[in-house]
């Protein structure tokens, strides 16, 4: 098993390094750069001003040197520093990764949690209302945006019915509370859950179904177990190893969710700072953001085949 | 003293897409404690059914059970509440199945699923239950039982799968084992110790066994009884040797006939029955193997023979029950 993480995290190492490559060259051709973001053509003497903020920045080097730069800085964990405020990119993102992750875990948690319950009363009463229910608000969740559902969910529950706040992650000026807290955190992470919830949900009513039928479940009702031992024991530890494979290819999608959330609700994380980056072409803050996503991506990956292991005893890492 | 399972007029169907399937058609049999009995007849003849309603398993939807009484141990199983059916199931009545290589839970080890049944009927603490799971393994046969007890089923070759289904079929001492089909998913050579470890702790455990089978030859040497099933009906019951000796539904003679013989008399081909069995969702209202059956004649093709007592714990539904017999004199389809 340890050879087999350690292997893994050899392997991640080259994949990390393509994906900042890429990132690197294809950001470089947006038009425009950091400079021409912050200096206006109107000043006088622009082009002096630009020329010499560019040497300044690096920017008049070849990309490759530019690339070969940041990676040299990386190597000695330094992510570099915003071309806008001069802060170090690590300090940045320090300072915002725990809001990102508080709202990405709420959500997979309602995710999870709604999901795999609404998909296992689904499959047991098959065909049943709850089961047409449930299946037609699947169908719904899985057709609607993420960013479009965030603006229902704003216009009912904080317009209609205002019981939510609609922006930030806690009343300006207001000394911390968590529950004010959780009350902005509410609608983002709704929106952002109730998705992935349908998704869950489907897959475990299927997988659920599927399982249900199998010799080793009527093993179980023919030994007189109780029907709550049968189902979560028996069928429940079976039908999730599936569904374990669908929550972890959800942490990326997630991750681009939750940019578009960060937006809508201005919910201060990493995501909001990426497009502020994007738009400002602060390629530091880009790279920093890009880097930390891909080796979330990453370990969730890993952590998934963990998982299986840990569910399925049949399948062993050596 | 009354018998120890006592099935009258049991009546099973399943609803599907419209259609409704007469599974079991109002079988009656019963079996004294200690004893056991074979219930043979091909695929779809409502075996399985049979004894899956006997355990109440048999889930709405799409089955129900219909009508009729279960009496086991002088309770009527079918008006008892889930609750109490459950306690009955796993603990008085307890069944192993086809297929060993699907019947255990892939994710759970041994132990778990052997002691799980203990604790819940017997109230055993973690420790007991482990023990007594062990103790039954090493019962069946199974080497080393303590320490394969944190395995998995995937660590065990079928044959052993079906070892540790017995043993933890019989690990609460219950009064009557069903058996349906435990040796077909194996090899020929391990079907005859299979059979042999069952009847062997019959004898020693004092239970009552229902063998369901499609293979007459396998299960002849170690039951009281027979019941032929056809259609979803008992078409012969008889005493095992009197059935063997005398049959009397032309459909038992011809599973008698299917029998492969060893000594060649049957030049290479095996007989076999032709046409094919009645469509469930459209059962006959006359003699359901009619249509199969080389001694038809018009009164066949029109209404269901009632099942024909002839004493000596015998009985037959055919109408020409008396006639199938005087052709086929004892032994001469042997």
């Given at each position: ?6 292997r893994?995290?050899l392997?991640?190492i080259?994949?990390?390094l393509?994906?900042t ?17 912050m ?5 006088p003497?622009?082009?002096?001003l630009?020329?010499?903020?560019r040497?300044?920045?690096?920017l008049d ?8 730069r940041w990676l040299w800085?990386?190597?000695q964990?330094n ?18 990764i ?24 689904s ?7 709850t089961?047409?229910?449930?299946t037609?608000?699947?169908?719904a969740?899985?057709?609607i ?11 009912l ?6 019981l939510?706040?609609t922006?930030g992650?806690?009343t300006?000026?207001?000394p911390?509370?968590l529950?004010d807290n ?7 992470a709704?929106?952002l ?13 299927t997988s659920v ?5 199998n ?6 009702r023919?030994k ?9 024991r028996h ?8 569904v ?19 937006m809508?609700?201005?919910?201060p ?50 | 003293?009354?018998s ?10 399943f609803?599907?897409e419209?259609?409704?399937i007469?599974a079991?058609n ?9 004893a056991s009995m ?21 889930r ?19 008006r008892?509440?889930e ?8 603990n ?6 086809q ?7 892939p ?10 049944g ?7 603490g973690?420790?007991a239950?482990?023990?007594r ?9 199974l080497?080393r039982?303590k320490?394969r007890?944190d ?8 044959g052993?799968r ?6 933890l ?5 219950p009064?009557?084992?069903?058996a349906?089909?435990?040796?077909t998913?194996?090899?020929v050579?391990?079907?005859a110790q299979?059979?042999?470890l069952i009847?062997?702790?019959r ?5 009552a ?14 039951v009281?009884?027979?019941a032929?099933?056809?259609g ?6 008889s005493p ?5 000796e ?5 459909y038992?003679?011809g ?13 290479g081909?095996?007989f ?8 469930l ?8 193997f ?15 023979p009632?099942l024909?007592?002839?004493g ?7 109408w020409?029950?008396?006639e199938v017999?005087a ?8």
């Amino acid at each position: 098993m340890t050879t087999y993480i350690l292997r893994r995290l050899l392997v991640s190492i080259p994949i990390l390094l393509g994906i900042t490559v890429i990132v690197f060259f294809v950001a470089s051709k947006m038009p425009g750069d950091a400079v021409l973001a912050m200096i206006s053509t109107e000043t006088p003497q622009a082009e002096d001003l630009i020329k010499l903020r560019r040497g300044q920045l690096g920017l008049d080097l070849p990309l490759y040197v530019q690339y070969g730069r940041w990676l040299w800085q990386l190597l000695q964990g330094n992510l570099g520093y915003s071309f806008q405020t001069g802060e170090s990119v690590i300090d940045i993102l320090l300072a915002r990764i725990p809001a990102t992750l508080q709202l990405m875990g709420t959500a997979l948690l309602i995710a999870i949690v709604l999901g795999v319950a609404m998909g296992v009363v689904s499959a047991l009463k098959q065909y049943s209302r709850t089961d047409y229910t449930f299946t037609f608000l699947g169908f719904a969740g899985i057709s609607i945006p993420d960013f479009f559902l965030g603006m229902v969910l704003v216009y009912l529950l904080a317009i209609q019915w205002p019981l939510f706040p609609t922006s930030g992650i806690s009343t300006a000026g207001e000394p911390y509370s968590l529950v004010d807290n959780l009350r902005h955190l509410a609608l983002p992470a709704l929106a952002l859950g109730l998705v992935r919830t349908a998704t869950f949900m489907r897959y475990t009513r299927t997988s659920v179904l599927e399982v249900m039928n199998n010799d080793y479940v009527r093993t179980a009702r023919a030994k007189g177990l109780s029907e709550w031992l049968v189902v979560v024991r028996h069928i429940l530890r079976n039908a999730l190893i599936p569904v374990v494979t669908v929550i972890g290819l959800t942490l990326p999608v997630l991750f681009g969710g939750s940019v578009i959330i960060e937006m809508i609700f201005q919910w201060p994380g990493i995501g909001l700072m990426f497009i502020g980056a994007v738009t400002a072409r602060d390629s530091p803050v880009i790279m920093g953001y890009v880097l930390f996503s891909a080796v979330m991506v990453q370990a969730s990956n890993l952590l998934t085949d963990m998982a299986y292991s840990f569910l399925d005893p049949r399948i062993r890492y050596d | 003293m009354p018998s120890l399972l006592e099935v009258r007029d049991l009546v099973t169907r399943f609803y599907s897409e419209g259609a409704v399937i007469h599974a079991v058609n109002g079988v009656s049999f019963s079996l004294d404690t200690g004893a056991s009995m074979a219930i043979v007849g091909e695929s779809g003849s409502g075996k399985s059914v049979t004894v899956m309603s006997l355990m109440r398993l048999v889930r709405f939807p799409p089955g129900r059970i219909e009508g009729g009484e279960v009496i086991f141990e002088e309770r009527d199983l079918l008006r008892l509440s889930e609750e109490e059916m459950r306690r009955i199931r796993g603990n008085r009545i307890a069944m192993i199945f086809q297929d060993p290589m699907t019947s255990l839970n892939p994710v759970l080890s041994i132990g778990l699923q052997m002691t799980e049944g203990l604790r819940a009927h017997l109230g055993l603490g973690e420790r007991a239950a482990r023990d007594r799971a062990a103790e039954m393994l090493s019962l069946v046969g199974l080497p080393r039982p303590k320490e394969r007890l944190d395995d998995y089923p995937h660590q065990f070759s079928g044959g052993q799968r079906q070892r540790i289904m017995i043993a933890l079929a019989l690990s609460c001492n219950p009064a009557l084992l069903i058996a349906d089909e435990p040796t077909t998913a194996l090899d020929v050579t391990v079907q005859a110790q299979i059979v042999e470890l069952i009847q062997g702790l019959r004898e020693k455990l004092g239970m009552a066994v229902i063998w369901i089978s499609h293979n007459l030859g396998l299960v002849a040497g170690v039951v009281d009884k027979v019941a032929v099933m056809y259609g979803g009906h008992i078409v012969e019951q008889s005493p095992v040797d009197e059935l063997y000796e005398h049959p009397r539904h032309p459909y038992t003679l011809g599973l008698l006939k299917a029998i492969p013989k060893m000594d060649g008399r049957d030049q290479g081909r095996l007989f076999s029955i032709d046409g094919m069995p009645p469509d469930l969702r459209r059962p006959p209202e006359s003699c359901p193997f009619a249509p199969r059956c080389i001694y038809a004649v018009d009164r066949c093709r029109q209404a269901l023979p009632p099942l024909d007592e002839l004493g000596a714990g015998q009985s037959v539904r055919c109408w020409r029950a008396d006639e199938v017999a005087a052709l086929n004199v004892a032994g001469a389809m042997r």
